[in-house]
C-alpha cells in the first residue's frame, strides 16, 4: 500500500506569504471551534488531506504547477508590479480556490444531499435512491463547479488593495470569497452567485495585499491603477471581518502578537456567521415560450408540488457583514438587467436565459 500523501486544499505557496518565519515554514492561527490561538503551526500540516485530490496524484501535481506560477505572480505583486498576463492568472487562481477547499467540499455534500430530499410532484425520493457520496465524488463535485464559475468572472473588473496601515490583513482555510453588497444591502437578499449584478469575488495574498475582482457596472474605484491605497484601520477591518465570517475552521495571521486583538474582533461578530452551509431554493415554471422558461420562487411546498415543471437553485449561505470597505463604493448610474425570473440581476441580458458556461 502506498504511504499517504499529504494534499493541500490551501497551498503552501499561498499561506507562507502570511508567515513571519524567516524560512517561511510556520504560521499563526486562530481555531475557531476551540476559539483557541497557536503560534508557529506548520505550514506543512495546514489544509490539507491524505490524498485529497486521489492517489493517482494527477490533480495535486497540476495544481501544483498552477501553484508556481502564482507564487511568482505574488512576489511581483508585493513589489508593485503587475501586469495583464499576471492579472488573468491571478483571475483563474482564485476562481479555483474558490472551488477547491475542503468547506467547497462540504459544501456540495450538503447540497447533493439535502437536495435528495426535496419534494417533487408528490413523489420523495426513497432512502435507498439518495446519492451516498464518497469522498473522490464530493471533491470532483465540487471542482466541476469551476467550470461555470471561471467564465463568469471574466468581465469583473480587477484591483489590488495595499494596506497601508499598522494593521495587517488575515487569511483562512476559505481565502477566496464571493460576496455581493448590492445584493445584500441594497436589494436585502443573499440569492445571488458569481454571474449576478454587484458580484465581489476577493482574497487576501498577502498581510499588505488583497486581490479583489468586482462588477464595475455597480461600483467604482477611485484612480486609473490597478493598486488602490487602504490608508484607514477600518477599511482592513471590514476585509478582515469577511475572513471571519466566512472561514471553515482557522483564521491565519503574520504576527502573533495581534493574537488578543483578532480574537475580540471575531468574537464581535461570530454570530453573523451562517448556520447552514447550503441552502435549496425551489423554482416553479410561470412562463414558456419556444426558446426560454421563466421561473419563480415557489411560495411554499404545496407550491412547489402543484405538477408544473420546476427545478432546484443552489444557494450557498451568505453572511452579512456590519460594514464594507470604502475603496469600492457604489456607482450613481447602475447597470443591471433582470426580468422578474429567479435569475435575479445579472450583468449581461444573455445571461437572463443562458448562464455563463
Known amino acids: 500500500m502506498a504511504a499517504q500523501k499529504s494534499q493541500h ?4 505557496v499561498y499561506l507562507r506569504s502570511f508567515s513571519a518565519d524567516v524560512k517561511r515554514r510556520s504560521i499563526n492561527l486562530l481555531n475557531i471551534g476551540r476559539r483557541k490561538t497557536v503560534p508557529s503551526a506548520s505550514i506543512k500540516h495546514q489544509c490539507a488531506g491524505s490524498y485529497f485530490y486521489g492517489e493517482d496524484k494527477a490533480l495535486d501535481t497540476l495544481f501544483g504547477d498552477l501553484e508556481g506560477r502564482y507564487g511568482g505572480i505574488v512576489r511581483k505583486l508585493v513589489s508593485g508590479e503587475l501586469d ?3 492579472i488573468d492568472w491571478l483571475r483563474m487562481f482564485v476562481s479555483l480556490q474558490h ?3 475542503r468547506y467547497a467540499l462540504q459544501r456540495y455534500r450538503e447540497f447533493c444531499e439535502r437536495g435528495a430530499a426535496i ?6 425520493l426513497e432512502p435507498a435512491d439518495a ?3 464518497s469522498h473522490k465524488e464530493a471533491m470532483m463535485g465540487a471542482l466541476s463547479q469551476f467550470t461555470n464559475f471561471r467564465p463568469a468572472v471574466e468581465d469583473l473588473k480587477f484591483r489590488i488593495f495595499r494596506n497601508e496601515t499598522d494593521i495587517a490583513f488575515v487569511t483562512s482555510d476559505n481565502p477566496a470569497l464571493l460576496t455581493n453588497r448590492f445584493y445584500l444591502q441594497q436589494l436585502k437578499r443573499d440569492d445571488f ?4 449584478s454587484g458580484a465581489i469575488l476577493i482574497m487576501p495574498i498577502a498581510p499588505s495585499l488583497v486581490a479583489c475582482f468586482y462588477d464595475g457596472c455597480v461600483y467604482a474605484t477611485k484612480g486609473g491603477s490597478e493598486f488602490v491605497s487602504v490608508d484607514e484601520p477600518k477599511d482592513v477591518l471590514a476585509l478582515n471581518e469577511l475572513q471571519y465570517l466566512s ?3 482557522n483564521i491565519y495571521f503574520s504576527d502573533f502578537s495581534d493574537a488578543e486583538r483578532l480574537t475580540a474582533e471575531f468574537e464581535a461578530v461570530c454570530d453573523l456567521r451562517p448556520k447552514d452551509i447550503v441552502r435549496i431554493q425551489q423554482l416553479v415554471e410561470v412562463e414558456r415560450s419556444r426558446i426560454e422558461k421563466v421561473y419563480r420562487m415557489a411560495t411554499d411546498q404545496a407550491d412547489a408540488d402543484s405538477g408544473r415543471s420546476n427545478m432546484l437553485v443552489f444557494q450557498t449561505a451568505k453572511p452579512l457583514p456590519r460594514t464594507w470597505p470604502s ?3 457604489f456607482r450613481n448610474n447602475k447597470k443591471t438587467y433582470e426580468n422578474g425570473s429567479g435569475v435575479g440581476f445579472v450583468r449581461r441580458p444573455e445571461w437572463l436565459t443562458h448562464m455563463p458556461s
Open 193 to 196: 452567485g458569481i454571474a449576478n
Open 327 to 329: 475603496m469600492i463604493p
Open 131 to 133: 446519492p451516498a457520496l
Open 247 to 249: 472561514a471553515h475552521e
Open 119 to 124: 419534494t417533487f410532484k408528490g413523489k420523495r
Open 99 to 101: 472551488c477547491r477547499t
Open 84 to 86: 495583464t498576463s499576471s
Open 9 to 12: 486544499y490551501v497551498p503552501k
